[in-house]
């Protein structure tokens, strides 16, 4: 059964104190890792994609890397209006049935 | 682009009455149409595969006679909560990808609560 851990559950940043968050995941046949970001109350906001180990994508403050075991999303000089609920997801499978399956989020504070 | 519009954004409705809710893609045709559900503080699971055109994929534990998924145009995908309970009270959201895209972009949500 495919898996995505994320860690930690909840981070407390300053404000331009960089961190990074963790997504592990143990799929069989990843077609791609996705990063999002969601927000209280609606639905998530598309970040990245990445396909393969070794793989970086970056956008404003934020670089999403990818290794055969795990992504990191990077935060860089994170600000206010970073808070959010960022969530890691992995698409898997063959053929016709693919899955996409979530973790249950780092949820970040950063603080002014 | 890759627009997904959700409505309604919240519903509340008497225990035993039916609730759609409406998932479309603004700017591209979606063959296929997920549906999501997510409790607070929890992640988001996928209850069903929307397919146009074609019966819906279900997940393993989501019935498929409480909750009924139409697919019939490439831009419109509908969920019914059927005989709503109050169990039923959850965040329910929709989601589509572009074809050859595989970055999914979804709907704003629909809070639904059910007394």
């Known amino acids: 059964e495919d898996q995505v851990t994320q860690s930690p559950e909840a981070l407390r940043l300053q404000e331009g104190e960089s961190s990074s968050l963790n997504c592990s995941y143990t799929?069989?046949?990843?077609?791609?890792l996705f990063w999002y970001r969601q927000d209280p109350g609606k639905g998530p906001e598309f970040l990245f994609t990445l396909y393969s180990a070794g793989e970086e994508k970056e956008k404003e403050r934020l670089k999403a890397t990818l290794t055969k075991k795990e992504s990191f999303l990077h935060i860089t000089a994170p600000k206010p209006e970073d808070s959010a609920t960022y969530l890691c997801a992995v698409q898997a499978g063959s053929g016709g049935y693919q899955k996409v399956t979530f973790g249950t989020g780092t949820k970040l504070q950063v603080i002014p | 682009g890759a627009v997904v519009s959700q409505h309604p954004s919240w519903v509340i409705c008497k225990s035993g009455t039916s609730v759609k809710i409406e998932c479309r893609s603004l700017d591209f045709q979606a063959t296929t149409m997920f549906w999501y559900r997510q409790f607070p503080k929890q992640s988001l699971m996928l209850m069903a595969t929307s397919n146009e055109g074609s019966k819906a994929t279900y997940e393993q534990g989501v019935e498929k006679d409480k909750f009924l998924i139409n697919h019939a145009s490439l831009t419109l995908s509908t969920l019914t909560v059927t005989s709503a309970h109050p169990e039923d009270s959850s965040f329910y959201i929709c989601s589509a990808s572009p074809a050859g895209n595989y970055g999914y972009t979804f709907g704003s949500g629909t809070r639904l609560t059910v007394v």
């Open positions: 799929v069989s046949g990843l077609r791609g």
